[in-house]
């Protein structure tokens, strides 16, 4: 064991071959920012966000080549079930993943997952038929543990005073990639027939139409695994007999953190520290229930504004090509990256994480209203008010999932962040896995009820769209919604 010379207040217990007692070590002794482990983080987010909203702005398009739909009114029904399949594959293993961090590292789950993307994600966009692109996804999310793990190591690889901003990063990265990837599958599938000049009828991307957006990520992430050599592990891995040695008060002042009673308890034969009961800690399970709410509607909303966006006039859509919704999403993805640059930092520090995404709740409800109008309205002045709602409703998206990114991290001990994302992200794949299948079920049976009396075709949508934010937003008020002190 080894320790310093510190006064006693401030001393910290160390242990020799300790991954994570030598990231704590670099932390204490780095006051500044660390900008490298910082972009290995946003990096290694990015990749696994890129791939699963990407095929949003094509899907349409390709369930309508693979001749699965016998109407086009039918083309959303399907599309949703394809949509769903990577999130019932992350809900399947996304507990285990947890589980496997916290057992034997953060890196190996990183490094195996953004293998998986490189992989599947590929084969994705070589799909034949309808079954393929189902497996295809099934197995990416199936294999792609990363989200649980990567939110706990953006907070252990830093000081304290910086774990907000390492939160504020991964959904940053998240939220972009949810929008960039989209973006990227706009702007490259179908290259033939975008860019005749470039790519002939004749050639490989002709053949298969959507390979491009998908070999593009699958690059990136190439990338990132070559970076991820230099990713430092953050878990401790301590055994029984080196902390039999060491007292409480000591281990209080290391990676363990105390109980809501102020205390940590011990095992009585090994010595170590007993871990919390992660289902009883009402602050974690509440706030991944509000999470759960607000990833239903944020994925329901992914797709149904992509379908809708290229779906015809007489539908209530808009009639964007693929290209247009990819410009709008790219547009949305800078503006979200200079807002949580920029604004969110100090927003949060003013008025709190849930503050903020009660705020921004609020603000969604008014702008969902607006969207079935927006059909009304064409050239410039369309673009244009669709270029501002989309950028205005992904950062309050963002903000909102930022704000329970932190209150569930704050809520458990370090030794027990990967089982808790785990739980986390297992609940909310469950829910992002409805949410497609259920919006694009929702939206092909309102494009059939164009001329109804009741919110008639696409008004029914974003009503609904609107009730699951409202009660995302009830949620998240006490006596439901309760914030654990930060320890």
């Known amino acids: 064991m080894a320790g310093n010379n510190e006064p006693l207040l401030k001393k910290k217990v160390y242990f020799d071959n300790c991954p994570g007692c030598k990231q704590d070590r670099k932390n204490e002794a780095s006051l500044g920012i660390p900008y490298k482990e910082f972009f290995y983080v946003w990096i290694v987010t990015l990749c696994t966000a890129l791939p699963i909203s990407s095929l949003f702005p094509f899907l349409y398009f390709m369930i309508k080549d693979l001749h699965v739909a016998k109407r086009e009114e039918d083309i959303g029904f399907y599309a949703g079930f394809v949509g769903a399949s990577f999130m019932v594959g992350r809900a399947l293993t996304s507990l285990l993943w947890g589980m496997v961090a916290d057992r034997y590292g953060r890196k190996p789950v990183i490094v195996l997952s953004i293998i998986s993307v490189i992989i599947f994600n590929t084969l994705f966009g070589l799909s034949t038929s309808y079954w393929m692109t189902i497996t295809t996804r099934l197995l990416l999310g199936l294999l792609n543990g990363l989200s649980g793990p990567i939110k706990a190591y953006s907070i252990e690889v830093c000081r304290e005073e910086y774990q907000a901003l390492g939160a504020t990063l991964v959904s940053t990265a998240w939220g972009i990639g949810l929008i960039v990837g989209p973006a990227i599958g706009g702007y490259f599938a179908q290259p033939a027939e975008k860019y005749p000049e470039i790519f002939s009828q004749d050639s490989f991307f002709a053949r298969f139409p959507y390979f491009l957006p998908c070999i593009c990520i699958s690059l990136f992430a190439v990338g990132v695994l070559i970076a991820s050599v230099w990713l430092p592990e953050t878990l401790h891995k301590h055994n029984s007999d080196q902390v039999k040695g060491v007292s409480i008060e000591d281990l209080e002042t290391t990676q363990y953190k105390p109980d809501f009673k102020g205390h940590i308890g011990v095992h009585e034969e090994s010595g170590l520290p007993r871990k919390e009961n992660l289902f009883k800690n009402w602050p974690l399970m509440s706030s991944i229930i509000v999470y759960c709410i607000f990833s239903l509607h944020d994925m329901a909303y992914s797709e149904i504004f992509s ?181």
Request: net charge positive; aromatic share 10%.
């Open 307 to 487: 379908l809708w966006a290229v779906s015809g006039k007489r539908y209530g859509g808009l009639s964007f090509s693929t290209k247009d919704v990819g410009e709008i999403l790219a547009i949305s993805g800078l503006g979200l990256l200079l807002f949580q640059t920029l604004l969110y930092p100090p927003l949060e520090k003013l008025v709190g994480p849930i503050n903020s995404l009660r705020l921004a709740a609020i603000l969604s409800i008014p702008l969902l209203v607006a969207y079935p109008f927006m059909a009304k309205m064409s050239g410039i002045p369309l673009m244009l008010i669709v270029n501002l709602a989309s950028v205005l409703k992904n950062t309050f998206s963002v903000t909102i999932v930022t704000g329970l990114f932190i209150l569930q991290n704050i809520a458990v001990a370090q030794d027990q962040r990967g089982a808790a994302n785990g739980i986390a992200v297992t609940t909310m794949s469950i829910f992002k896995a409805i949410a497609p299948a259920a919006g694009g079920a929702i939206f092909s049976w309102a494009q059939k009820r164009q001329h109804a009396s009741f919110l008639p075709g696409d008004q029914m949508v974003f009503f609904i769209l609107n009730v699951v934010e409202f009660i995302g937003l009830l949620l998240s008020f006490k006596p439901f919604l309760v914030q654990r002190c930060n320890n």
